[in-house]
Every structure is written in structure tokens, then in C-alpha cells.
T-cell receptor, first 114, second 116 residues
């Protein structure tokens, strides 16, 4: 079965640079979520989109923005990167059936800020 | 403040034994409780999930027990195998049927080691 696709898988940036992470949800899923996971920590919700509209917002810095496009893929844009932004970034998708609560995670993007 | 509290932080079980991980929550608006398994450097994988209208759900070797009055739920892994060694996260969300409130709130995770 098709899974959530994330790109790139690894990204190395310098402080104050920008980064763009991409997420392709499972086909027919209409909701995308972004989570950030620091080393040894649990995933923290950043932002979500349902049918291309922002549906919820968590602890996402103002330096970050995201959107969902007409083909349902989503991009997380991160500017003025800081050392503390180094983490695993996961995208998850849900939808397509009654069990909308079921979120399926992608493999993640490991962002390293030097 | 951790909205979903998970224990133990780490767990060592012998092969063939039962692994038990517990979680507790405060927010009565939560109505969907999944468990995720995560290997190092990988994305969390959905194992099993439960809604508050049932007290137990079993899928293969994995069972969720849910106590609505106590606001607690637990994961039982029967016949634990070395391949089960991973970090397990419980989570909760506010809307099984989607919508703006169904972001997942995770517990702090349990590192399970199954010894051969």
C-alpha cells in the first residue's frame, strides 16, 4: 500500500538559511499534519491542513509557514533557521474513510542546522 | 504540562513475556487513543487504536485496555519478541471523525527492550 512520502530525507543547513520540506499524503487522504520530534522526545504537533485550508495550529514558530496545494501535497517552509530547529520533521496524513482519526506517518526529514 | 502521561519510561522484558505500557490523560474531550511504534530514525507506525465506547481491543499480539472512568489506557504486547524492541508512544486526539481538533497529543514514550 502507498505510504506518506517526504522529501528530502536529510537536509543540512546553516544558521539563518531557509529550508523547504515536502510531504505527499497517502492517495485520497485529505488531511495533512506536521510534527517536530527532537532527540529522545515525543512528536510535537506543528500545523495541519484539511482540504487545503489550515485546520489547526500548534507550537509552530512564526518563522515557519506551511500550505497544502490542490494536489493535497504540503510544504513546510522554515526561514531564519536556528540551531534549535535541528530535529526530525514528520508529516502524517489521514482521511479517505470513516476512521479519520487514524494518522499515518511518513519516514521523516532529518534537518540539521549548523 | 504533559497532557498524556506515559509510564514506564523504559521496560525490559524477556522473550515470550508480556509487555505492559500505561497511559493516563486529563482532557475528557479526547475520544481517540492510538498507539505508535517507532524504530530509531523512522517514522511512528500506527499499531492499534481505540475509542472510548469500547473497553478493550485486540489485534494479533497487541491489546489496548481502556478505562474511561479512570481516564487510563494501556498497551499489552503478548509473547514479546526481540523484533518488538522499539519506542512506543501512546497518543490522544479530540476527534475520531476528523476536524480541527484531531491533532495527536503524544505521551513521552517507552523504550522497550525484549531480551532473547
Amino acid at each position: 500500500a502507498a505510504g506518506v512520502i517526504q522529501s528530502p530525507r536529510h537536509l543540512i543547513k546553516e544558521k539563518r538559511e531557509t529550508a523547504t520540506l515536502k510531504c505527499y499524503p497517502i492517495p485520497r487522504h485529505d488531511t495533512v499534519y506536521w510534527y517536530q520530534q527532537g532527540p529522545g522526545q515525543d512528536p510535537q504537533f506543528l500545523i495541519s491542513f484539511y482540504e487545503k485550508m489550515q485546520s489547526d495550529k500548534g507550537s509552530i514558530p512564526d518563522r515557519f509557514s506551511a500550505q497544502q496545494f490542490s494536489d493535497y501535497h504540503s510544504e513546510l517552509n522554515m526561514s531564519s533557521l536556528e540551531l534549535g530547529d535541528s530535529a526530525l520533521y514528520f508529516c502524517a496524513s489521514s482521511g479517505g474513510d470513516k476512521k479519520r482519526g487514524s494518522q499515518y506517518f511518513g519516514p521523516g526529514t532529518r534537518l540539521t542546522v549548523l | 504540562q504533559q497532557q498524556v502521561k506515559q509510564s514506564p519510561q523504559s521496560l525490559i522484558v524477556q522473550k515470550g513475556g508480556i509487555s505492559i505500557i500505561n497511559c493516563a490523560y486529563e482532557n475528557t474531550a479526547f475520544d481517540y487513543f492510538p498507539w505508535y511504534q517507532q524504530f530509531p530514525g523512522k517514522g511512528p507506525a500506527l499499531l492499534i487504536a481505540i475509542r472510548p465506547d469500547v473497553s478493550e481491543k485486540k489485534e494479533g499480539r497487541f491489546t489496548i485496555s481502556f478505562n474511561k472512568s479512570a481516564k487510563q489506557f494501556s498497551l499489552h504486547i503478548m509473547d514479546s519478541q526481540p523484533g518488538d524492541s522499539a519506542t512506543y508512544f501512546c497518543a490522544a486526539s479530540g476527534s475520531y471523525y476528523g476536524g480541527a481538533t484531531n491533532k495527536l497529543i503524544f505521551g513521552t514514550g517507552t523504550l522497550l527492550a525484549v531480551q532473547p
